[in-house]
């Protein structure tokens, strides 16, 4: 039985290097962060959907034989201490009207600049190497920063989905949801924001 390898990086920034997510090597980290509300928001139903990391291996391993793929997800590797603080992802990938839903969730503990970095990486490649047009991000009424950040930065508000998702046996919760256009993006208050707290060596 042959070791898993390590996927090479496909962004190195300042703080941060981003991966793909190997289901082999990264259910059981991955399936540690879903026990942790911090992080749940990130894919709330997964905690449900995998009870235990042979669930979620066995998940990520189906998602990823799916070609094309529907799902892309990155491992965030913070540089100096090599520990993975987080990950962005792309879902429900529809490549022929170029839009995704964009999500990022983080563990506490490494630092402002390293988020804000990995949040930078993520949309510019979505827009510039994955070549999508529109990046849609769900947020629930009581997740208040990103809330406050995709009303503050003019992210277009598309409305309100009631009960949409299912945390646990007996809540549901409510999502908004926004989009941000490829047009829109290179100079949005957001990006100009994102280029002087994170700056990416081509932005």
């Known amino acids: 039985m042959t070791t898993p390898t390590l996927p090479p990086p496909f962004f190195t920034g300042k703080h941060i290097l981003i991966r793909t997510l190997s289901p082999a090597l990264d259910a059981p980290l991955y399936h540690s962060w879903l026990q942790n509300p911090v992080f749940l928001a990130y894919k709330p139903y997964l905690k449900q959907l995998c009870p235990t990391p042979v669930q979620l291996f066995s998940y990520l391993s189906l998602q990823a034989e799916v070609q094309p793929l529907s799902e892309i997800e990155g ?101 908004h949801r926004f989009a941000l256009m490829r047009r829109d993006w290179p100079k949005s208050r957001f990006h100009e924001r994102l280029k002087r707290i994170a700056p990416l060596s081509d932005t």
């Open 75 to 175: 491992l965030v590797i913070h540089k100096k201490t090599q520990i993975a603080i987080g990950m962005i992802g792309l879902a429900g990938i529809d490549r022929f009207n170029k839009k995704a839903e964009f999500s990022a969730g983080f563990v506490y503990g490494h630092g402002t600049h390293a988020l804000w970095e990995a949040i930078h990486a993520g949309i510019s490649l979505s827009f510039e190497h994955f070549d999508l047009h529109k990046l849609i991000s769900y947020v629930s009424p009581d997740n208040q920063q990103p809330l406050k950040i995709m009303q503050r930065y003019g992210f277009k508000y598309e409305g309100c989905l009631k009960e949409e998702i299912l945390v646990d046996e007996q809540q549901r919760v409510d999502l």
